[in-house]
Structures are given as C-alpha cells and as structure tokens.
C-alpha cells in the first residue's frame, strides 16, 4: 500500500508541473500603469539603395511642376490603375543616388523621406526652376519580411516612419501561444553585412531600448517555436509530457508494486 501512495503522489506532482502556468507569455511584464520607460531614440526609416521613392513636386504653377513629375501608371499583380498619373517613382542607384530631372544626379542614401524632400527643395529653388514647389517623398516598396510562429507569416509595408517590433508583428496577427517571446530574432543589413539582435517581449526595458525596436526596412523577423512545438515534427515528440502517457506509467508502477508485494 505505501508504494501504490508514493506512486500516486509522483503521478501528481508530473499533473501539477504539466498544468502550471508558464511565466513567459505575457509581453513587458511588470510595466504596470503609470510606469515610464525611457525608449531608444527613434529612427525614422533612411533611403537605402534599391528602394523605390514616390516624389511628387507641387507649386503655383501647375505647368512648371508637371516637368518634374513622372507621370506613370500603377501595375499590381490582378490590378491596373491607369487614373495615378502624378507619382514620380525613382530607384536609388548602388552609390545611393537618383537621377532627377533637370538638376541631374542626387545623392539622397542615409536620408529620411522629410530630409530627401528639403534637399530636393532646396535643390529646385537654388537652380531657379521653381520659386516656390512643394515637394513629397513616400517609400514605395519598404518592407519587414515576418517568419517563423506567427499567426500570418509574410512580407508587410512599413507605412509609418517609426515601426516599432511590437506594431509590425501586429501585422502578422501576434505569436502564436507556442513562440518564444523572450528570443525574438531580428536580422538586418548594416554596412554589407548581415547583424542579428536578440529581442526579450517580456521584458521591457531590454525591448524598448534595443537597436532593433524601431524597424528598418529588409529587417527580417523570426520568432522560434518553443520545444513543444519542435518535437510535434516527430511523431512521438510530445507523448511523454501528456497526462495520458503518465497515467499509464503511474499503472503500469502499481501493478509492478502490487506483483512484487505479494
């Protein structure tokens, strides 16, 4: 009879640890109201080449302005729009600079969209072409791509110039329960090469001072499954943590006690 009760209190012990709550699935625990917490400086996005740039130049004289505007029409994967004919697309070349109209040659990498904008300002208003343009500059093709335990892993628009890692991975419909919040991975191209940052949900402090809580674009998220998620690519992985499978051993230990007793 004591070792049918030592094996019953086993068989509860292994219940109880399986059904604890786990403490790594809230975000930024313990910032309670009325908390401050100082954030990394933030940092709008910066053209980088390859990127894509919307310039759409304005001015009281519509018939001046229109030169520096490439009319173009929108073409998307089952969709034509042939109405958008004022947005002037612009590639920047591998040395970081676009080739405007007129002026020639403008060196704009390292640049956010308001910077690029007073410098194409000031470029237009120093040649006297215009005297008084207003001058737009919008990203076009500026992504994060999201991989890994997330509800809907893909590539998204970064449309604001401050995306923080918490809004982007809103986008992709959260973690799913079974990600890793605490390891985060966010890989991103500085300088020709590729540098990770290790990004803790949980803790914010860590999170929000981090390099990588203001997203760039071409960063590349992936969230780690955690291990229970891992061994559900074996067939058996998982088996032995279910209630089922100690059950069965808490049995079977009964029955070898009970034998051995008589």
């Not at 919008?138 to 998204?156: H, K, Q």
């Not at 997203?215 to 209630?243: F, I, M, S």
Request: aromatic content about 6%.
């Amino acid at each position: 009879m004591k070792y049918v009760i030592i094996n019953f209190l086993i068989l509860i012990g292994l219940l109880s640890v399986s059904c604890s709550t786990p403490k790594n699935i809230t975000y930024m625990q313990g910032f309670d109201n009325g908390d401050v917490q100082a954030v990394r400086e933030q940092r709008r996005i910066t053209v980088q080449p390859d990127d894509q740039l919307s310039i759409v130049v304005s001015s009281k004289d519509p018939e001046l302005a229109e030169v520096f505007n490439l009319a173009i029409a929108q073409y998307r994967i089952g969709y034509t729009n042939q109405n958008n004919q004022n947005t002037s697309a612009y590639t920047v070349d591998p040395d970081g600079n676009i080739n405007y109209p007129i002026v020639g040659k403008i060196h704009i990498a390292g640049l956010n969209r308001h910077e690029v904008s007073d410098v194409i300002q000031n470029e237009l208003i120093n040649k006297n072409l215009l005297k008084d343009p207003v001058v737009t500059v919008e990203f076009l093709n500026a992504t994060v791509s999201i991989i890994g335990d997330v509800a809907r892993p893909g590539e998204y628009s970064i449309d604001k110039d401050n995306l923080t890692i918490l809004q982007a991975l809103s986008k992709a419909g959260d973690l799913n329960i079974t990600g890793l919040r605490e390891h985060v991975l966010v890989v991103r191209e500085e300088n020709g090469q590729d540098r990770a940052y290790r990004l803790d949900l949980t803790n914010p402090e860590s999170l929000m001072t981090s390099p990588a809580y203001y997203l760039q674009q071409n960063d590349v998220v992936y969230v780690e499954p955690n291990a229970t998620k891992k061994r559900q690519a074996t067939a058996n992985g998982n088996t032995v943590l279910t209630p089922t499978f100690w059950i069965s051993v808490a049995s079977l230990l009964t029955t070898i006690t009970a034998l051995l007793i008589k």
